[in-house]
């Protein structure tokens, strides 16, 4: 995965209809929206609406099978689901997806990456509020970081040294949120 590419940004389009915000900068989702209904397994999607998301749509949310777990400026949220969720019923559903990878790197991470490839660095890895940490474990360990329990972050946040491909590994994967630099001196 190139980290790189359709990095969130901050330009012009920041206010343009439509837009998400992210940590790492603004993003424009694709016109063409993912199908209303999903595939099988767990996954987590980002749904965006014409207007604001309040608690009847929350609710109506819930009442689909979807798990809300995290609001994104403008007008969306970040939902987990377990399995197939048909949202064609929920009123005002703009654009239906996936975080991009590009948004779960923070600009310090993409700047460590272009500068410094050959080597590892320390990074916090935040996972969706709905994963577990033996779990958010056994993946940064599985994609080829080298967790490092000495710290502990709470909840599914992990502390590990991970190379340049498994960050992008990491940003390819569903249940990671974020990754950020970690201060050395948290080891």
């Excluded at 995965?1 to 389009?13: D, G, K, N, Y």
Aim: negative net charge; without cysteine.
């Amino acid at each position: 995965m190139l980290v790189s590419a359709a990095v969130p940004s901050a330009s012009a389009q920041d206010g343009a209809p439509g837009t998400l915000r992210f940590r790492s900068g603004a993003w424009q989702p694709p016109v063409a929206s993912a199908p209303l209904v999903s595939g099988d397994g767990p996954r987590h999607e980002i749904l965006q609406f014409d207007d604001a998301v309040d608690r009847a749509r929350v609710e109506s949310l819930a009442a689909a099978g979807v798990r809300p777990l995290r609001f994104i400026p403008d007008n969306a949220v970040l939902v987990g689901t377990d399995g197939p969720s048909d949202l064609s019923s929920i009123a005002g559903l703009r654009w239906r997806g996936a975080l991009p990878p590009a948004a779960k790197v923070s600009l310090d991470t993409r700047a460590w990456m272009q500068s410094s490839p050959a080597q590892a660095s320390l990074q916090v890895i935040t996972m969706h509020p709905d994963v577990a940490r033996a779990d958010a474990e056994a993946l940064v360990a599985t994609l080829g970081g080298v967790v490092d329990d000495r710290a502990s972050l709470g909840g599914a946040v992990v502390l590990a040294r991970v190379t340049r491909e498994a960050i992008g590994r990491l940003a390819d994967a569903d249940a990671v949120a974020w990754i950020v630099p970690a201060n050395e001196a948290m080891a």
